[in-house]
């Protein structure tokens, strides 16, 4: 059978075959034109088409399974469908009325945090039933952003192990557009180019529908090619200007925006910043499935769109200055220059380095400074080394598993726990292909022209060994990258800015400024890039909400202070 032929497949487990029958009814109702329905009573039998699927290449992209199934529960089955068909979403199939049983919301609990299931979902028990379909919708839209299954806008055609291909990949998976990565040596690759006359274009090629074919394009060109603006009108003025769109630029630039405050965003690289590139964020408040950082930066760069606020991304703002009238006077890296009210510093933070050379010149080309989720699907059946002991290295282990036949975590300390959330050390703890080496340190790299290991030395004994890898993802902290700013804006040593009563070179300043006020009249810092914050994304989306309120407090203070006023 060849299952690039076959509809993707949608299983559902259930021993009470009036459940089943209605499961399967409203699943092939709904969804039945795109994706194809078996229902199974017997566990043994679903378990055996799906080792048919693996084997045959057949696309599972969701598992429902009754949590109570006679000799079997719903969470061991799943256990062994993810070992299965590690891409498939899996959930606990779950009556509204017992859903919170003690017995089953402790099946829920546990089999969420070891990573066996991504949720529950209530069986339908009418038709339509658009609770159970939403469920299942979500399911399956986060299945197929990240599958990249069936036709894209955009294709990206590229040698895969080559740093500009990673650099188009991340750009074009941070900002959340749908498109397709495809090697040159890909039959469909040399199709797409022979149609485009482009056979021996050198570098990669992005086709995009409605669009011409871009070869080699820079950045900001293929951020024009989706539809987003990459400059603005030279004098422009704004009452906001927010510099940098991760949670909390976007947070401001949404409640700037809704309160009827001129604003603009300027982007040097993504939307979503960092956290873009993060595969799961569980933690964030009212997603209860989790959802990923590209997608949480979609949703608000939308929003913000919406309500409108302008970005402008593929630029940076390099220069500061307090400008006539009480505005900030803000010049571009293209040379232009606008002016604002007042001006949200929310750059965030960028990935420390190692440092290696060794290492570092495989960088884009086996070797990842962040969680680089868009470089996971290409490394089925590979290796992995994952160096860092935060949260966004146990994400990025638990993101890569799915894919990689083996992935070894790299921790300085000596445990998970020391710098992890609970949940995240209960699924690697809990994940088969998941090994992770404590109080050791990556000092050097093996390969020609694509790396094939890794060496880590043990920070006791100084021994050091070589681990195969066709991939390293380093997630080590970071760094504030504030050089540029004036000398008016205080930092600490780090580089971080200080803010409110943080400021130390001048006291009185400190006094009167608000919380998220630097040491420069009309300018703020709010998220990881200021000193003291909570390196959160929920608490950067808070600090974003909150500094909206102290610029209108900076506004009507200004207003009272002016002549008449």
Same mark, same amino acid.
């Not at 400059?231 to 925006?257: C, H, Q």
């Not at 001129?262 to 939307?271: D, Q």
């Not at 006539?324 to 002016?339: F, H, I, K, M, Q």
């Given at each position: 059978?060849?299952?690039?032929?076959?509809?993707?497949?949608?299983?559902?487990?259930?021993?009470?075959?009036?459940?089943?029958?209605?499961?399967?009814?409203?699943?092939?109702?709904?969804?039945?034109?795109?994706?194809?329905?078996?229902?199974?009573?017997?566990?043994?039998?679903?378990?055996?088409?799906?080792?048919?699927?693996?084997?045959?290449?057949?696309?599972?992209?969701?598992?429902?399974?009754?949590?109570?199934?006679?000799?079997?529960?719903?969470?061991?089955?799943?256990?062994?469908?993810?070992?299965?068909?590690?891409?498939?979403?899996?959930?606990?199939?779950?009556?509204?009325?017992?859903?919170?049983?003690?017995?089953?919301?402790?099946?829920?609990?546990?089999?969420?945090?070891?990573?066996?299931?991504?949720?529950?979902?209530?069986?339908?028990?009418?038709?339509?039933?658009?609770?159970?379909?939403?469920?299942?919708?979500?399911?399956?839209?986060?299945?197929?952003?990240?599958?990249?299954?069936?036709?894209?806008?955009?294709?990206?055609?590229?040698?895969?192990?080559?740093?500009?291909?990673?650099?188009? &990949?991340?750009? @074009? *998976?941070?900002?959340? %557009?749908?498109? /397709? $990565?495809? +090697?040159?040596?890909?039959? !469909? #690759? =040399?199709?797409?180019?022979?149609?485009?006359?482009?056979?021996?274009?050198?570098?990669?090629?992005?086709?995009?529908?409605?669009?011409?074919?871009?070869?080699?394009?820079?950045?900001?060109?293929?951020?024009?090619?989706?539809?987003?603006?990459?400059?603005?009108?030279?004098?422009?003025?704004?009452?906001?200007?927010?510099?940098?769109?991760?949670?909390?630029?976007?947070?401001?630039?949404?409640?700037?925006?809704?309160?009827?405050?001129?604003?603009?965003?300027?982007?040097?690289?993504?939307?979503?910043?960092?956290?873009?590139?993060?595969?799961?964020?569980?933690?964030?408040?009212?997603?209860?499935?989790?959802?990923?950082?590209?997608?949480?930066?979609?949703?608000?760069?939308?929003?913000?769109?919406?309500?409108?606020? &302008?970005?402008? @991304? *593929?630029?940076?703002? %390099?220069?500061? /200055? $307090?400008? +006539?009238?009480?505005?900030? !006077? #803000? =010049?571009?890296?293209?040379?232009?220059?606008?002016?604002?009210?007042?001006?949200?510093?929310?750059?965030?933070?960028?990935?420390?380095?190692?440092?290696?050379?060794?290492?570092?010149?495989?960088?884009?080309?086996?070797?990842?400074?962040?969680?680089?989720?868009?470089?996971?699907?290409?490394?089925?059946?590979?290796?992995?080394?994952?160096?860092?002991?935060?949260?966004?290295?146990?994400?990025?282990?638990?993101?890569?598993?799915?894919?990689?036949?083996?992935?070894?975590?790299?921790?300085?300390?000596?445990?998970?726990?020391?710098?992890?959330?609970?949940?995240?050390?209960?699924?690697?703890?809990?994940?088969?292909?998941?090994?992770?080496?404590?109080?050791?340190?990556?000092?050097?790299?093996?390969?020609?022209?694509?790396?094939?290991?890794?060496?880590?030395?043990?920070?006791?004994?100084?021994?050091?060994?070589?681990?195969?890898?066709? #991939?390293?993802?380093?997630?080590?902290?970071?760094?504030?990258?504030?050089?540029?700013?004036?000398?008016?804006?205080?930092?600490?040593?780090?580089?971080?800015?200080?803010?409110?009563?943080?400021?130390?070179?001048?006291?009185?300043?400190?006094?009167?400024?608000?919380?998220?006020?630097?040491?420069?009249?009309?300018?703020?810092?709010?998220?990881?890039?200021?000193?003291?914050?909570?390196?959160?994304?929920?608490?950067?989306?808070?600090?974003?909400?909150?500094?909206?309120?102290?610029?209108?407090?900076?506004?009507?203070?200004?207003?009272?202070?002016?002549?008449?006023?």
């Amino acid at each position: 059978m060849d299952g690039a032929q076959v509809r993707p497949v949608m299983l559902v487990v259930d021993d009470d075959p009036a459940a089943l029958d209605r499961a399967e009814a409203e699943l092939a109702r709904r969804f039945g034109a795109d994706y194809g329905v078996r229902a199974k009573r017997d566990p043994a039998a679903a378990l055996a088409f799906l080792r048919r699927a693996a084997a045959e290449g057949i696309r599972v992209p969701l598992v429902l399974a009754d949590q109570w199934m006679g000799e079997t529960t719903g969470a061991e089955f799943l256990r062994e469908a993810r070992a299965l068909i590690p891409t498939c979403r899996r959930a606990l199939l779950v009556d509204w009325r017992a859903w919170a049983h003690p017995p089953t919301a402790d099946a829920i609990h546990r089999s969420m945090a070891l990573g066996d299931v991504h949720y529950y979902v209530l069986k339908p028990w009418q038709s339509p039933d658009e609770l159970f379909n939403r469920t299942v919708s979500e399911f399956l839209q986060d299945w197929t952003r990240t599958e990249g299954v069936g036709e894209r806008e955009v294709v990206l055609v590229a040698d895969h192990w080559t740093r500009r291909a990673h650099e188009l &990949r991340s750009l @074009l *998976t941070r900002n959340g %557009v749908p498109h /397709a $990565a495809l +090697g040159r040596d890909d039959p !469909r #690759a =040399r199709a797409m180019l022979a149609d485009a006359g482009l056979d021996g274009a050198p570098g990669p090629v992005v086709l995009a529908q409605n669009h011409p074919p871009l070869v080699d394009p820079t950045n900001a060109e293929l951020v024009r090619a989706y539809g987003v603006d990459t400059d603005i009108e030279d004098g422009a003025a704004f009452d906001v200007l927010v510099v940098g769109a991760g949670p909390s630029g976007l947070a401001a630039a949404i409640n700037a925006a809704s309160e009827g405050l001129a604003t603009l965003v300027v982007e040097g690289e993504a939307i979503g910043g960092q956290s873009a590139s993060s595969s799961l964020i569980r933690n964030f408040p009212g997603f209860a499935r989790g959802l990923s950082g590209a997608e949480l930066a979609q949703r608000c760069y939308q929003q913000a769109w919406v309500l409108g606020a &302008r970005f402008v @991304l *593929t630029q940076r703002v %390099v220069a500061l /200055a $307090a400008g +006539g009238d009480r505005t900030v !006077r #803000a =010049r571009l890296s293209s040379g232009t220059e606008v002016t604002a009210r007042a001006v949200v510093l929310s750059t965030g933070v960028a990935w420390r380095r190692l440092g290696v050379a060794s290492i570092d010149r495989f960088t884009g080309a086996g070797v990842f400074y962040g969680a680089s989720a868009s470089e996971a699907v290409a490394l089925r059946g590979m290796r992995a080394v994952v160096v860092g002991g935060g949260n966004s290295a146990g994400q990025a282990a638990m993101h890569l598993q799915r894919y990689a036949a083996h992935v070894t975590l790299a921790i300085r300390g000596a445990a998970l726990s020391e710098g992890m959330s609970q949940y995240l050390v209960d699924e690697i703890l809990a994940a088969p292909n998941v090994t992770c080496r404590f109080r050791v340190e990556a000092v050097d790299a093996a390969g020609d022209s694509r790396l094939v290991g890794i060496v880590l030395r043990d920070r006791d004994t100084g021994i050091a060994d070589l681990v195969p890898a066709d #991939a390293l993802f380093v997630l080590i902290g970071a760094e504030a990258h504030t050089d540029w700013l004036p000398d008016e804006v205080e930092r600490d040593r780090r580089g971080f800015i200080r803010t409110g009563r943080d400021i130390q070179r001048d006291p009185e300043r400190a006094l009167a400024a608000q919380p998220f006020e630097t040491s420069m009249r009309r300018v703020f810092a709010v998220g990881d890039v200021r000193a003291g914050s909570v390196k959160r994304v929920a608490s950067a989306v808070g600090e974003g909400a909150v500094v909206v309120q102290q610029i209108h407090t900076m506004f009507s203070s200004q207003m009272a202070l002016s002549p008449g006023g």
